[in-house]
């Protein structure tokens, strides 16, 4: 048997009702649920459909019996009588609420479901009250069952459509990736040092961004001296007694600059395979 959605009484007085209209209430008491959760109350259908003769009784109350008046309908005048109408009711730490604000508060999240509120009449306010909107009197309902029968009545029950999945957070209209130019994944560049004796690699964090070899410069000045200075974001490289700006930006959270710029310093030979991966810049110091 699959496991109940709701708690017994819930689910006991739903089975009462009609199947056609089950649907609704239980989307009812699931919204209710919600709100109540975040108010620290429980919520439950306490009441569903009623038979004319327990109408008949409500009806007795705060009449010919003790208490106060608790319904306008008799028996057969209540929608309760035609397995489409529930009371809610909320407790609190497992205690019924008889009376609470938010009985009223309630309401409209039945209303926002295609649900007739009993808290909407004006001459018996009924807050707990849900009941399917047939559009029809209480007497047309009789009359209906009466002569044509239950499924007649569930011709008035609309079918049950649940509500849209929640939408998602508009997506930013998709804009067409921009056309990657080939030089905006910047690519690893291994550095080699050449002093005629065989290439030999150095660990300079290196990468081929812009169609241009950018070195981390402080890589670079550890590995061949020189001295970098940075004043408000900007860096000089101070070498040989020259001090020359050099332009930088981020790769992968390193300063680098322009290969050609430190160069331009040294004024040294090189060679710059790019069909190569990594791709690979060879200095010649000597040469
Ligand atoms: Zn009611």
Redesign the pocket.
Same mark, same amino acid.
């Given at each position: 048997m699959p496991t109940p959605e709701f708690e017994e009484r819930s689910e006991t007085n739903l089975a009462t009702l009609r199947p056609k209209a089950q649907p609704h209430f239980r989307a009812l008491l699931r919204a209710l649920k919600t709100y109540a959760l975040e108010k620290g109350l429980e919520v439950k259908i306490i009441?569903a459909n009623r038979t004319w003769a327990e109408q008949d009784a409500l009806f007795a109350k705060g009449r010919t019996k003790p208490g106060p008046k608790v319904?306008n309908a008799r028996g057969g005048q209540?929608? &309760?009588n035609y397995q489409i109408?529930? $009371?809610i009711g909320l407790f609190k730490d497992g205690k019924y609420l008889e009376e609470s604000v938010h009985y009223s508060k309630l309401g409209p999240l039945g209303e926002a479901l295609g649900l007739e509120w009993?808290g909407r009449w004006k001459d018996f306010p $009924?807050t707990? &009250?849900?009941?399917i909107k047939t559009g029809k009197r209480i007497s047309v309902l009789r009359e209906l069952v009466r002569t044509e029968g239950w499924d007649a009545l569930d011709e008035l029950i609309p079918d049950f459509s649940p509500a849209p999945e929640p939408t998602p957070a508009p997506t930013p209209t998709p804009t067409p990736a921009p056309v990657p130019s080939p030089v905006l994944e910047p690519d690893t560049v291994a550095i080699f040092l050449d002093r005629g004796e065989g290439a030999k690699k150095l660990s300079l964090d290196a990468w081929f961004s812009e169609s241009r070899v950018w070195v981390a410069i402080r890589d670079w000045t550890d590995f061949f001296g020189g001295t970098l200075v940075e004043k408000n974001g900007k860096f000089s490289l101070l070498l040989s007694g020259q001090s020359t700006p050099i332009p930088t930006k981020i790769i992968a959270e390193r300063t680098v600059a322009k290969f050609a710029d430190i160069n331009a310093v040294l004024s040294w030979d090189f060679s710059f395979d790019g069909a190569t991966r990594p791709r690979k810049l060879t200095i010649h110091p000597d040469r």
């Open positions: 009441s319904t209540s929608n &309760h109408a529930v $009371d009993g $009924d707990p &009250h849900y009941q």
